[in-house]
């Protein structure tokens, strides 16, 4: 009678970005693709989303970001995570220009998700984060 | 090495010397179930020390992650170290979940509470078989008391908070009248009540439904035959305002508990309700098999397939 290994994704905003409607769509895509989601909702630090992770023993943690901060925010999150001794793949959703993408993916984020990306393709590239963490 | 892949018998002594992520993962696998599930029940066992187990329940909306929230950081002032299990519905559909429980205690829970999101997933008593368990982990590695949470508009979320040692049922002002009051059957499980938002217009007016429906237990013969009854606690949990009130009504709960030595019953049944619901999910899982290789003809009544499959399901 075991549970098939359920994903489970910590969702946040981190820092001061109110933009919440793209973060409560990946939420909804991700839930009806059969991933536990645990939403921290808006201004979240570093730390609560490590203590979260920590607690909920997170596969994976999405990011969304659109306040333009992610050169900082993105690999401040990677630092702590880091320090934590975390290993759990980062993804970053939102508005991430073409030419920060390697930037991010060399500051070691999983996967960068832009405006418009199809369900399948925020699903896939979860699933896919996750089984490269896993071996 | 990453703790989480530690085995089972490194992850509880890790846990036990405080170690939040081997807390973490103990949670994962325990709630995966099977063999690994077990042992951690065997592992956790000599270490379980009867943390008071504390239910809190209630309609969508109705402030239980809030007040959940205030009670985490009331309670290490009074030297407690408080866990929650935040339980909230898998989609049936999908077998996902959105577990929105921290966004309300954000801000709000103590800095030190381990919180730890539960989804129901799916069958009716998965949520059973995964919460003694979660339950438990947190007791042996030093957790008192345990908060379960749960949305209380099912069977399942009543046996649940039943299944506590304290039952918090939280409602508030216009949820309904005297007469809804004794229809449903969430409040009879309730070891306290909470009326959240109690400043908004009609605080009072829910207060003495409840009220009323007490003396109508008593009426009835309903009441405990000790003369313990249910408290009315009135909160504004977004404040703060009456959260004190609420862990001195469980205080005075769990002393009645003590006092009449029915803490012991109170656990029995908690064990009861755990066989019962692994029973189910094996039930469950038979009776997918039977449905799914019988040949269903439509010529027959269904009522008579019924009978025929739960007879060929219980007589194996």
Partial sequence: ?135 | MSIRSLPPAELVAAARSGNRRAIGRLLTLVERGGPTADAITDLTHPHIGGAHVVGITGAPGAGKSTLTGQLTRILPERGLTPAVLAVDPSSPLSGGAILGDRVRMDGIAGDNVFIRSVATRGHAGGLALSVPGAVRVFDAVGFDPVIIETVGVGQVEVDVVGAADTAVVVVNPGWGDAVQANKAGLLEVADVFVVNKADRAGANDTRRDLELMLDLSHVSGQEDESGYRPPIVMTTATDGNGITEVWDAVQAHREHLDATGKLAARRAARLRYEVQSRVARIIETQIDGVISASVLDPAVSPAIHAAAIADQITSV
């Avoid at chain 1, 901060?69 to 759990?88: C, F, K, S, Y």
């Avoid at chain 1, 060399?106 to 963490?133: D, F, Y």
């Fill in chain 1, 1 to 135: 009678m075991t549970e098939e290994h359920k994903i489970r994704v910590v969702l946040a905003k981190l820092g001061l970005d109110g933009h919440d409607r793209g973060i409560k769509v990946v939420a909804r895509i991700l839930r009806d693709a059969g991933i536990e989601v645990i939403y921290l909702g808006l201004r979240q630090t570093t730390e609560s989303i490590v203590s979260a992770a920590e607690q909920e023993d997170a596969d994976a943690i999405g990011l969304s970001m659109h306040n333009a901060g992610h050169l900082v925010l993105a690999p401040a999150m990677m630092a702590a995570l880091d320090e934590a001794d975390l290993q759990i793949p980062l993804i970053i959703g939102g508005i991430v220009p073409d030419v920060d993408v390697a930037v991010l993916k060399e500051a070691g984020v999983a996967a960068i998700l832009g405006p418009g990306a199809p369900a399948e393709e925020v699903v896939s590239a979860v699933r896919a984060a996750v089984a490269a963490a896993v071996t």
